[in-house]
């Protein structure tokens, strides 16, 4: 990944929280010269040694999941806040650009048995609805409707080898030019998230 040094991030805590907060992401592997690429919700994980582990599943009538092969070599994307970034902004001539969270994980897949596709199903459940205001609990849906939806997935566990990140979120720019770009975004509507995350990352708060 290219990440120019002021938008490289190596925190692997804000990372980690990043993922968390926007589990979406795309499952990138390759078959003889096709790339295959599938976008879905992960799990995520730490484990004691801190490593960092996803989980997924695919429909097996997705042609990628006819492709997953034990501790095949994949790559996921996580791709969030983009927005595009005017000229007219700045204080002086510039060119626009555009802001983004991007973050890479490079790592191998392994299969999940019926067990630990269960799990994962219980454990992406929990995650997507801990927010709600009276969450689902996993145990209250129909068994027989699970069980009849295990055949018609396919669950993977992908381990982290690698992390890379991106977040581009004008922190290059001086405290003037970043003002303008805040006032601007806001006027044209820019997602609250996007604010929030420019405002987190500020190089000159306080």
């Known amino acids: 990944?290219?990440?120019?040094?002021?938008?490289?991030i190596q925190d692997d805590d804000l990372?980690?929280?990043?993922?968390?907060?926007?589990?979406?992401?795309?499952?990138?592997?390759?078959?003889?010269?096709?790339?295959l690429i599938t976008s879905i919700p992960f799990s995520i994980q730490r484990e004691e040694n801190h490593t960092w582990i996803l989980e997924g599943h695919l429909a097996i009538l997705n042609e990628q999941s006819k492709h997953l092969l034990?501790?095949?070599?994949?790559?996921?994307?996580?791709?969030?806040?983009?927005t595009y970034v005017s000229s007219q902004v700045y204080g002086h001539d510039?060119?626009?650009?555009?802001?983004?969270?991007?973050?890479?994980?490079s790592g191998h897949l392994e299969p999940l048995n019926e067990e630990e596709t269960l799990r994962h199903l219980s454990d992406l459940t929990h995650q997507m609805e801990r927010k709600r205001?009276?969450?689902?609990?996993?145990?209250t849906l129909n068994q027989e409707l699970i069980h009849q939806y295990l055949k018609e997935i396919k669950a993977f566990r992908f381990r982290v080898d690698k992390k890379e990140a991106a977040f581009k979120l004008s922190q290059?720019?001086?405290?003037?030019?970043?003002?303008?770009?805040?006032?601007?975004?806001?006027k044209h509507n820019c997602p609250t998230s996007t604010l929030e995350?420019?405002?987190k990352h500020c190089p000159h708060k306080g």
């Open 1 to 8: 990944m290219y990440a120019p040094h002021p938008f490289e």
């Open 15 to 35: 990372l980690f929280e990043f993922l968390k907060q926007h589990p979406f992401g795309s499952l990138i592997t390759s078959v003889d010269e096709a790339i």
């Open 70 to 82: 034990p501790y095949q070599k994949a790559k996921l994307l996580f791709l969030q806040n983009g």
């Open 94 to 105: 510039n060119v626009p650009t555009y802001n983004y969270q991007s973050v890479q994980l």
């Open 133 to 139: 205001e009276n969450p689902m609990a996993w145990e």
């Open 172 to 186: 290059n720019r001086n405290a003037s030019d970043f003002e303008s770009i805040l006032q601007d975004l806001t």
């Open 197 to 199: 995350a420019m405002k």
